[in-house]
T-cell receptor
Framework: DTEVTQTPKHLVMGMTNKKSLKCEQH?????MYWYKQKAKKPPELMFV???????INESVPSRFSPECPNSSLLNLHLHALQPEDSALYLC????????????????FGPGTRLLVL | AQKVTQAQTEISVVEKEDVTLDCVYE???????LFWYKQPPSGELVFLIR??????QNEISGRYSWNFQKSTSSFNFTITASQVVDSAVYFC??????????????FGSGTRLSIRP
């Protein structure tokens, strides 16, 4: 079952709000990812967690704060966002098969469409 | 530097026509992995295929086929007898073996494919 779930599907928030995006997978994958995708653009990598530890942060502003409570869950905490942060936020996971992990395909969730007013 | 180029921004064909999506990549690594993903209007990226840099065999899966040519650094995707359900944005992507901590994918800009009934 190659399923990654994300909640909520849609989110509207003001610039002073605090909200969280949630991602869950039950495929036993040990790498999880957050991407941001603007309209008509490819996904841009934000964060990578490997074995519940943050391994890549693509210089993302601190108003985005990731958290990996366990191997199945990935959160993205949002605070004081700007209107330009409005986008589709995609979560993905991959098996992380040791040194060969670059060959692992990533499996994506349906995304959260975020609108910042 | 690594790069993935999808020169075709948009393609529109009539149903049942064959269509080829082009992908050209750049990398200095000798070991790398190429992927194709499909993103329908719902937003979720769907993994279609992975190809290793040392395996130049072409692959066919139903109406889909992939042509990998290292000599021209291309990994093209052909849909035979296209159907309306094939309408989506298709991304070609590259993953390099240097990123051993996780699978870091570089996406092309995508090709929006529209199949007209």
């Amino acid at each position: 079952d190659t399923e990654v779930t994300q909640t909520p599907k849609h989110l509207v928030m003001g610039m002073t709000n605090k909200k969280s995006l949630k991602c869950e997978q039950h495929m036993g994958h040990r790498a999880m990812y957050w991407y941001k995708q603007k309209a008509k653009k490819p996904p841009e990598l934000m964060f990578v967690y490997s074995y519940e530890k943050l391994s890549i942060n693509e210089s993302v502003p601190s108003r985005f704060s990731p958290e990996c409570p366990n191997s199945s869950l990935l959160n993205l905490h949002l605070h004081a966002l700007q209107p330009e942060d409005s986008a589709l936020y995609l979560c993905a996971s991959s098996p992380r098969t040791g040194a060969a992990s670059p060959r692992d395909p990533q499996y994506f969730g349906p995304g959260t469409r975020l609108l910042v007013l | 530097a690594q790069k993935v180029t999808q020169a075709q921004t948009e393609i529109s064909v009539v149903e049942k026509e064959d269509v080829t999506l082009d992908c050209v990549y750049e990398t200095r690594d000798t070991t790398y992995y190429l992927f194709w993903y499909k993103q329908p209007p719902s937003g979720e990226l769907v993994f279609l295929i992975r190809r290793n840099s040392f395996d130049e065999q072409n692959e066919i899966s139903g109406r889909y086929s992939w042509n990998f040519q290292k000599s021209t650094s291309s990994f093209n995707f052909t849909i035979t007898a296209s159907q309306v359900v094939d309408s989506a944005v298709y991304f070609c992507a590259l993953s390099e073996a240097r990123y051993s901590s996780a699978s870091k994918i570089i996406f092309g800009s995508g090709t929006r494919l529209s199949i007209r009934p």
